[in-house]
C-alpha cells in the first residue's frame, strides 16, 4: 500500500512524539519546553529505510542542546535525527545534563 507524503510525514511525525517520551535522564527530569520533528531523508523513504535513531545529549543549562552524538541506528536516517534535536530546547536547570533520546522513524 502506497501512502502520500503528507500521510508518511504524519506518521513520523507522530511516531517521533512517541518516541520521544523515552528519555533516560541522569538522576533528573527536564521536561521538553520545545521539539523540532526530524525531516525524513527522501532518500530513505524511497528505500523504506525505518528504524531508531538513539541520540545522546548534552543539555546545558539555560535549556539549549550543547552537543547531540548518535549512539546508533541506520546511516540514512542519523543526520536528521541529529539535526531536530540539537534545535530542541528543554527547561532550565543549575547545571549541565546528558541524557539519550530515541528517535523512530517509521515508514510504511
Known sequence: MALSRRSLSSLFLIAV???CS???????????????????PELA????????????LTVAPDGSVSDAKIESGHALLGNAAQDAVRRWRFEPASETTSMTV???FANQ
Request: proline letters at 3%; zero cysteines; aromatic letters at 2%.
Open 45 to 56: 523513504k524511497r528505500m523504506h529505510v525505518s528504524g531508531i535513531v538513539v541520540v545522546l
Open 22 to 40: 523515552t528519555m533516560a535522564l541522569a538522576g533528573t527530569h527536564r521536561a521538553i519546553v520545545s521539539k523540532v520533528a526530524p525531516v525524513y
Open 17 to 19: 512524539l512517541t518516541a
Open 102 to 104: 530515541d528517535v523512530s
